[in-house]
């Protein structure tokens, strides 16, 4: 699986690449532009992930950031797949996440698709427009 996008990222203030929530190290986290005379980027957020040919997809799973920070837990959040990485489905998942640190998981009905999309649509705690994840996966319908 790899990163195809992200709607923001901070790379000034922090290292905030949407790489992060694909590199396997909690410790670091992908992170929604916050610092700049811009100010931050406004929600919806948006993360897009190839997974390198079209698969079966069942779940995905969501671990905010970890490292005591709670700014960017994702809240209500959709989920689409695509076979182009330009036409979306309609969400396959939907729902909101609790603010806490705890990984999340949200299973779906089984599509085949090479891409998929995680839309933040509201920062769990209602501090801001953030939005932050240390890691994110793909699960497989059996997974």
Do not use: C
Not at 31 to 44: D, E, F, I, R
Not at 54 to 64: D, I, M, Q, R, W
Request: hydrophobic share 35%; no cysteine; charged share 20%.
């Amino acid at each position: 699986m790899t990163l195809t996008y992200v709607d923001s990222q901070e790379t000034a203030a922090e290292n905030g690449l949407g790489t992060n929530a694909l590199d396997n190290l909690p410790a670091t986290y992908w992170h929604t532009a916050w610092s700049g005379s811009s100010g931050p980027a406004p929600l919806p957020h948006e993360i897009r992930f190839d997974l390198g040919a079209s698969k079966s997809a069942g779940g995905l799973t969501y671990l905010p950031r970890q490292d005591g920070g709670v700014n960017g837990r994702v809240g209500r959040y959709e989920i689409s797949v695509s076979a182009d990485n330009t036409t979306w489905s309609a969400p396959v998942a939907s729902g909101t996440w609790a603010d806490d640190a705890s990984s999340k998981r949200v299973d779906f009905a089984p599509v085949t698709a090479r891409y998929v999309r995680l839309r933040a649509l509201s920062e769990a705690g209602n501090r801001g427009p953030w939005t932050s994840a240390a890691e994110i996966r793909v699960l497989g319908p059996n997974s």
